[in-house]
């Protein structure tokens, strides 16, 4: 069903096809992909698109010590790790996406709010990380015209590209990219550099650091469709999907040529099943150097209409053709509904009422920070999808393209919301570029312009503000209305609210049957509710530990219960529905508590997805399932004969508690509501009845279980695609003899991994531990030589590869000798000279993985040659290059031979010279405790098909083995 990922070049190559197909496997709600896949590959394959996949094999640096890299005098004149010439041979190896601020300890003097971990103010050997790739263009990419985007950088960064500077992104969240065209190299090997300063926060949650969202090269032709230059949307007569829908199209056309051109654009539906169900085209002529816009219109008849319950996507190509020749082609994957607010009848989808059943969500996870593969998106939404959930908010920034194809193909509303309020041109320019990359989303339903702006909310700034945002979203998007989250509790008719097309309350919904009465035609959305905060298996408040009762009844000063905002919302449908926050628990804001907390509490799920006890409350009332959930646990040692609070979580009509068979009453639910009762602990088992109309229709049970005996392992799935992205995320439970699971359990578990993957992260969802959640291997270097004696001689031509003084046989007995600790000789301007030294190497030596000459400096220019071959150069004075020159060695004596050119500088080299061995990185000892009985593993696939072992082991429980096939 999911086309093979084709190797080229060194990079992973996506069509926009295979992209939008990405992970089809997952969920059977998606499967219909793979009549697209059939139907569609034939006719696609002829596009000079390109979109290929830069996330693999990147080096990765943590610090700076390059200063003025930059060059701001003359183009081209980057020097250290912005150079092309400069060499990270001695650098870590990474994959996208990357966050390197999960990889840093917990530190109590860092942040609370960004988790604890020691990056942004204050710690700046962490603040500051370099990224490089090298890729490589053919011959035949001569005349194309080349793209570099970023889906997400946090945050300050430089791009540079074979040595030029080619732009500065300063926002952490949206999409950029650069037109890199002019300073490529066709047929030949390609430098991308990028300097990410994570020093100050946008946020006041964990954001990471780093590039951790993935990273592309696409490749048009010169006329082609403009970066995001496709928009389809549909239309009924008075906004009812009752006949055909009317689609729209709006193409982009963007010339990089110099001659006009005829374009014609050429646009095909296909239905769910595969089906070309429209088809129609357009002619405009698109003058040299500039962009034109063409309008195209279709229908679809009956169509297939699109819901969190039935998300039916549709797809259109877009193809462009000159003199009868494809010169562009790109897929859209669409959906056809229809969306609208009402003031009595709140928000409406296809023409009925739909309540709104969302969260609020930051976009980090357990084991990942914020780098989340994109399988890891898919599973929180299904996850959230279990528990009811139909809608979610993008707080408080724009997703990954990732999160919503997930919520597309899943069905799922998204509230999109833009990460900083304000009128100013770049901050608009960014909201523009947001709405054009999201706006074919169908699960995108409304954008949310900010967040909070407590300073702005009740003035008439904020409200001049609003609108100017407001209509540019209208005039860039048509289709959709805007809110945004206001919680000045002082609503009214001024301010911010005033200008809304939807009025977004966080909070004080008590405020809301007030603002109803007073403006009755006024749409209403409950942007953010609850607050509840809760602590996955824990039943009583701990503040030492940091830990929260799961009982729904703790919740912050502006916050309340789950059960308090639903039954509020539940039986008032002109308040649309609103968002929990927050679906899951994220890094950083740890709230009541702060150290030792390192997350929040907040999460319906905990940072791993594993569901705290209001995930079957919010399931009784947003599900039709019937439900019949306990709690608490039924581990008490040491309080016997003490009461315990038993509660309930069940839309049965009838719940009646049983303790070890004997019955302790049987009580009615409440719609939206719990049931509670006292019961002195009595170990056994605690077990209850549901009922509906008299019957018995569902029972649950918790057990007083066993000592931890055995551990388990459940992988989410046993077969991911050997492509180096695909995960799978496995459940790690520690049991007792009985194979139930501990909820006291805290062993620290072990784990091995064989076979063609690798462990990506761990987690288990406490918010107060500190264990690493990745263990980032460290090469075993030992220094064999270090300075060493060196000698030097003048000369008049160094750069002659066939000269003597180079060769190992060459004596240099006579030459002065240099002190490479210092400066080597500080050569005269223009002077040249060679240096030359003898390093013995024993053959154990050479069976190290790598042996890397690192220098210290070279000025100003540099040519390295081991027993007389060429092993690398260096044209940077600030750079400290390193070479493997492990090919050129052998046992016994080799001679080292660098020509230096000494342009203007202070000439020689300096700073020290040392040969390392290698040896292969040895791979750390994964490990993670439990916590209540519960822990998480997330395991990646590498590019090799094969089988995957992973074994768990933990003193002496018995020791669990999964095994995931790795497929092509």
Same mark, same amino acid.
């Given at each position: ?14 069509? !926009? ?10 969920? %059977? ?10 139907? %569609? ?26 200063? $003025? ?18 060499? $990270? ?23 609370? =709010? ?31 015209? %080349? ?12 791009? &540079? ?17 650069? $037109? ?20 100050? &926060? ?40 009752? /006949? ?29 099943? *595969? ?29 297939? %209409? ?16 000159? !003199? ?19 003031? =009595? ?146 609503? *009214? ?86 968002? /929990? ?28 997805? &594993? ?135 805290? =062993?620290?578990?072990? &784990? ?20 690493? $959640? ?87 220019? *540099? ?12 044209? !940077? ?6 070479? !493997? ?25 300096? =700073? ?57």
């Amino acid at each position: 069903m999911r086309m093979r990922f084709s190797r080229l070049m060194g990079v992973v190559l996506k069509t !926009d096809i295979v992209k939008s197909k990405f992970l089809s496997r997952f969920y %059977l709600t998606i499967t219909f992909l793979a009549v697209f896949n059939s139907r %569609l590959l034939a006719s696609e394959t002829d596009s000079p698109r390109e979109r290929l996949l830069l996330d693999s094999g990147w080096k990765f640096n943590l610090g700076n010590p390059w200063n $003025d890299v930059i060059g701001v005098a003359k183009a081209d004149d980057n020097r250290g790790p912005a150079s092309s010439k400069f060499s $990270d041979a001695d650098w870590r190896t990474v994959n996208l996406p990357h966050d390197w601020a999960v990889e840093l300890p917990f530190d109590r003097n860092a942040d609370y =709010n960004h988790g604890f971990k020691p990056v942004g103010p204050g710690f700046a050997t962490n603040d500051v990380a370099w990224y490089r790739r090298t890729f490589e263009l053919s011959q035949t990419d001569a005349g194309k015209r %080349l793209w570099l985007e970023f889906d997400g950088v946090y945050h300050n960064c430089d791009i &540079f590209v074979n040595g030029w500077f080619v732009g500065h992104h300063d926002d952490g969240y949206d999409s950029f990219r650069y $037109d890199i065209t002019d300073v490529t190299h066709a047929g030949g090997k390609n430098v991308v550099a990028v300097k990410v300063d994570a020093s100050q &926060f946008e946020g006041w949650f964990y954001e990471g650091a780093g590039i951790y969202r993935h990273v592309w090269l696409v490749k048009t032709s010169p006329l082609a469709l403009a970066p995001n230059g496709v928009f389809v949307w549909s239309q009924f007569k008075n906004n009812l999907p009752n /006949d055909a829908a009317k689609i729209n199209v709006e193409v982009n056309l963007l010339s990089m040529q110099t001659n006009a051109a005829k374009a014609t654009v050429t646009c095909e539906i296909f239905s769910p099943g *595969g089906k070309v169900v429209a088809k129609f085209d357009a002619s405009e002529t698109v003058n040299g150097l500039a962009q034109k816009a063409v309008l195209l219109y279709g229908k679809v008849s009956s169509p297939e %209409l699109w819901s969190p319950e039935s998300p039916k996507l549709y797809k259109l190509v877009t193809t462009v053709e000159n !003199d009868g020749k494809i010169i562009d082609r790109k897929a859209t994957e669409f959906g056809i509904r229809t969306i609208a607010f009402d003031p =009595n009848q709140g928000f409406l989808l296809n023409g009925n009422h739909y309540e709104i059943k969302g969260t609020c969500n930051h976009q980090d996870a357990a084991g990942v920070g914020v780098a989340l593969p994109d399988a890891l998106q898919y599973f929180r939404i299904a996850k959230l999808k279990e528990m009811g959930c139909n809608a979610y908010r993008t707080s408080h920034n724009a997703p990954t393209p990732e999160l919503l194809e997930a919520c597309d193909r899943l069905g799922m509303l998204v509230l999109d919301e833009n990460r900083l309020f304000g009128s100013d041109a770049a901050n608009l320019e960014r909201f523009k570029g947001q709405i054009q990359r999201d706006r074919n989303h169908p699960s995108v339903f409304a954008w949310s312009l900010g967040n909070e702006e407590w300073n702005a909310q009740d003035t008439t700034t904020g409200a001049a503000v609003t609108r100017v945002m407001q209509n540019l979203a209208h005039a860039v998007d048509p289709t959709r209305p805007c809110t945004m989250a206001v919680n000045s509790g002082s609503y *009214g008719d001024f301010g911010i609210f005033s200008a809304l097309d939807v009025k977004g309350f966080n909070y004080h919904y008590e405020n809301m049957d007030a603002y109803h009465a007073a403006f009755p035609a006024v749409d209403i959305l409950g942007t953010e509710q609850a607050s509840t905060i809760g602590t996955r298996g824990i039943y009583t408040n701990d503040a030492a530990r940091g830990y929260v009762s799961a009982y729904d009844d703790h919740n912050p000063r502006w916050g309340c219960s789950a059960e308090e905002w639903w039954s509020y919302f539940a039986t008032r449908p002109w308040a649309s529905g609103g968002f /929990d926050w927050t679906g899951f628990d994220y890094r950083g804001e740890p709230t009541p508590y702060q150290w030792p907390c390192i997350s929040s509490h907040f999460g319906i799920l905990d940072t791993c997805g &594993f569901p705290k006890d209001n995930f079957w409350y919010y399931q009784s009332w947003w599900t039709t399932n019937v439900i019949l959930h306990l709690l608490p646990h039924w581990n008490w040692p040491g309080r016997e004969g003490q009461e315990m609070d038993v509660r309930a979580l069940s839309n049965c009509q009838e719940v009646e508690l049983f303790l070890n068979g004997q019955s302790l009453g049987r009580q009615t639910m409440k719609r939206e509501s719990e049931l509670k009762w006292k019961v002195k602990y009595t170990p056994g088992v605690l077990s209850a009845k549901g009922y509906n109309d008299g019957k018995l229709v569902a029972d649950a049970k918790v057990e007083t279980t066993g000592e931890p005996a055995t551990i388990q392992l459940g992988p989410d799935r046993t077969s991911i695609h050997a492509d180096g992205e695909d995960i799978s995320i496995i459940t790690v439970s520690v049991r007792d003899a009985q194979n139930r699971i501990v909820p006291l359990a805290n =062993n620290l578990i072990h &784990f091995n991994l064989e076979g063609p993957g690798k462990i990506l992260g761990v987690g288990n969802g406490d918010p107060s531990c500190h264990e690493p $959640d990745q263990f980032v291997a460290k090469p075993d270097v030992r220094v064999v030589s270090e300075n060493g004696d060196w000698r030097y001689k003048i000369l008049s031509n160094v750069k002659n590869p066939q000269l003597a003084e180079l060769q190992p046989e060459f004596d240099d007995s006579a030459w002065e000798t240099a002190n490479p600790q210092v400066e080597a000789r500080s050569l005269a301007k223009p002077e040249q000279a060679v240096f030359r030294t003898k390093i013995s190497m024993q053959e154990e030596d050479l069976a190290a993985d790598g042996v890397l000459l690192k220098i210290g400096r070279i000025d100003d220019q *540099g040519w390295v040659y081991v027993n007389g071959k060429f092993a690398g150069e260096s044209h !940077d004075w600030a750079a400290s290059p390193s070479f !493997d020159i492990k090919p050129l060695m052998h046992a016994g004596e080799n001679t080292i031979a660098i020509a230096v050119i000494n342009d203007d500088g202070v000439g020689g080299v300096g =700073n020290g010279v040392a040969l390392r061995l290698l040896k292969k990185t040895e791979v750390p000892e994964w490990q993670r405790s439990a916590f209540n009985g519960l822990a998480q593993i997330i395991v990646q696939s590498s590019n090799d098909s094969g089988e995957i072992e992973l074994t768990a082991t933990a003193g002496d429980l018995t020791p669990a083995t999964a095994l995931i096939q790795s497929k092509d």
